[in-house]
């Protein structure tokens, strides 16, 4: 007989986890939601997820913005990947915006408000996070995935720092 496992992995929900459905171009609504809110999302690596369905790795539209004034930082994530939803359960939605920090409840929904405004957009709301079980394995991802990001930048500007000294 098989031994169920009683321990729960641990799950440390995003902030706030906004679900933008639209048809638009993921540059034109990021572009779009630049113009429009206090975002200035910018283009990183895409965002590898392990996919226990296919036993491979997806790579997911990404981009990224750190607010220094909120201690806050949000990513803007695609939903599809060839064919594979990121979270097969909110299908329905094409981005994911999520908020993770120190950053008031009325300016989230201050946010998603004027994500709501931006043409183009047919749904922008704000996802209850509790029952969707895949949620915390992609959150460790997207950590994983933002720590090497911050590793990446930092190695950079070591090796520009000793070329600029030179001059």
Do not use: W
């Not at 098989?2 to 799950?11: K, T, Y």
């Not at 990224?64 to 064919?83: E, I, K, P």
């Not at 709501?116 to 509790?130: C, F, H, P, R």
């Amino acid at each position: 007989m098989a031994r169920i496992s009683r321990l729960d992995p641990s799950f440390e929900p995003a902030d706030a986890l906004i679900g933008i459905a639209t048809n638009m171009p993921v540059i034109q609504l990021v572009h779009f939601i630049n113009l429009h809110t206090f975002l200035k999302l910018a283009r990183e690596e895409d965002l590898p997820v392990y996919s226990e369905k296919t036993d491979s790795l997806n790579y997911f539209k990404f981009f990224f913005y750190q607010d220094d004034d909120y201690r806050s930082s949000f990513c803007l994530v695609g939903n599809s990947d060839a064919g594979i939803n990121l979270l097969p359960t909110h299908k329905q939605f094409s981005f994911f915006l999520v908020a993770q920090g120190a950053i008031p409840e009325d300016k989230i929904t201050q946010l998603v408000a004027q994500i709501k405004a931006v043409s183009g957009v047919q749904l922008a709301a704000i996802i209850k996070q509790e029952p969707i079980r895949m949620l915390g394995p992609i959150l460790q991802d997207l950590e994983l995935h933002l720590t090497g990001l911050e590793k990446d930048k930092t190695e950079k500007l070591k090796r520009i720092m000793p070329l600029a000294e030179d001059q």
